[in-house]
């Protein structure tokens, strides 16, 4: 085997190592690890026998009911768990001398490796919990001046938009709403939708990179650029796409980015990320007290106590293997499965698909004529033990479905099943 495979093998299984660090964490207690490198090569979209064989060696789930609602959070690769746990063990066991002793570099190398990861430096990164968290220091701390508005989209996270309506209510900006079309044929007409919606007092447009709602994803860099040209900046929700669909940080243009680990990265849950560019930290107030760090530091948005040191200190492994499955691969994988289901169940006249097939990616929703989606997603589980979600979306709703590596094209063949099941 190369030298250099084999090194990843050991920084896929070894997690993280200082100096001083107790043998508990080190590359041997790690021996077992089961990673090869040699189980990813190939791996076309349709290719059953080796998704198989990455979800039996990789992942453990539950067998008992088939899970395409994937869009909560991701279940953690088996190297990964491991990691965790072995994280759980070494702070637990190390307490306080872990925390003052160890962690302060340790904290230093993920953030290096995640801003590695993402193409950014990590003097424009803050690790968070979570997404909601991360959006929330962003969009809470930009310097609105009276009489700013911000715009979004039926589309976007409730959470965020809560945010905004926040800010709203206690008068410190206005916001305007609007419907994207469910089926826009391009990026090129999402991003005229945006245009036309914008003011003369636009500050903000709040963009949901993939939709939790039904997985339209959109197009940031070509809406950013022509926001930025009219002094417009946009603060980017990438929950949802960071892992799931290839993109780079600075291609989108984008200066304020919130993004999770837990969901497509397949981190323990509790992690999350806030890109800032450079420039523009000075300007943001915190949303965490703070006083005392320089205002162009982007750690003064990250006062936020005692961390969950296991789920950071599994980073680098979520990442790692994260990368060594591939995003473009892993992409085109999700899509396929997305298809085989859009592909049969559009045929049924009473489905209403309402997810562009080729502007999505692994999430996409449907509904059925004249039924309650909270009834239908009943009766895939309590009928079928298929696990889908419903979401608000207009009067209607609709069911969302999210399939992940580890699902089979049969899984996905059954959930048609039980739609057309159902439809008898
Ligand atoms: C589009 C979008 N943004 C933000 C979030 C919030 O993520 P987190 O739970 O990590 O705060 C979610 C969660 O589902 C989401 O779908």
Request: proline share 4%; aromatic share 8%.
């Amino acid at each position: 085997m190369p030298n250099d495979r084999k090194k990843f093998i050991q920084q896929v299984g070894a997690g993280l190592l200082i100096a001083g660090m107790p043998s508990i964490a080190s590359a041997q207690e790690f021996s077992g690890s089961i990673t090869d490198v040699n189980d990813f090569e190939g791996g076309d979209a349709e290719d059953e026998k080796y998704w198989k064989r990455i979800a039996n060696k990789y992942y453990v789930v539950s067998k008992d009911y088939v899970n395409l609602e994937n869009g909560y959070y991701g279940i953690q690769p088996k190297p990964v768990l491991q990691a965790f746990e072995r994280n759980i063990l070494l702070a637990n066991r190390e307490g306080a001398r872990f925390a003052r002793k160890l962690y302060p570099e340790l904290s230093t190398t993920i953030k290096k490796e995640l801003a590695a990861f993402l193409h950014v430096s990590p003097e424009e990164i803050i690790v968070t919990r979570n997404a909601t968290e991360a959006l929330n220091i962003a969009i809470q701390g930009y310097p609105f001046t009276p009489g700013d508005e911000v715009l979004i989209s039926q589309l976007d996270y409730y959470s965020m938009i809560e945010a905004f309506r926040m800010l709203e209510k206690r008068g410190r900006i206005k916001v305007n709403a609007f419907e994207l079309p469910l089926l826009p044929a391009n990026e090129d007409e999402i991003a005229e939708l945006y245009r036309q919606q914008i003011t003369d007092k636009t500050k903000v447009i709040l963009l949901t990179h993939v939709s939790n709602i039904n997985g339209l994803i959109v197009p940031v860099a070509k809406i950013t650029a022509m926001a930025k040209q009219k002094g417009i900046d946009t603060i980017t929700d990438s929950a949802h796409a960071l892992g799931q669909v290839p993109f780079s940080l600075p291609a989108l243009g984008s200066d304020f980015v919130g993004m999770n680990l837990h969901k497509w990265i397949g981190n323990p849950i509790g992690a999350g990320v806030l890109y800032i560019k450079k420039e523009r930290i000075k300007e943001m107030s915190m949303l965490f007290g703070d006083v005392n760090t320089a205002e162009n530091d982007i750690s003064k948005l990250a006062h936020f106590g005692t961390t969950p040191f296991a789920v950071m200190m599994t980073i680098p492994d979520s990442l790692a293997f994260h990368k060594l499955m591939g995003v473009e691969k892993l992409t085109r994988r999700l899509h396929y499965l997305k298809s085989i289901w859009i592909n049969e169940l559009e045929k049924l006249p009473v489905v209403e698909i309402v997810t562009p097939k080729n502007l999505s990616c692994a999430i996409a929703s449907f509904r059925v004529r004249d039924k309650k989606v909270a009834e239908v997603a009943d009766y895939l589980y309590h009928q079928h033990n298929i696990l889908t979600v419903n979401r608000s979306l207009g009067n209607e709703g609709c069911i969302r479905v999210t399939p992940a590596a580890y699902t089979s094209a049969d899984d996905v063949m059954k959930f048609v099943n039980a739609v057309r099941n159902y439809l008898k």
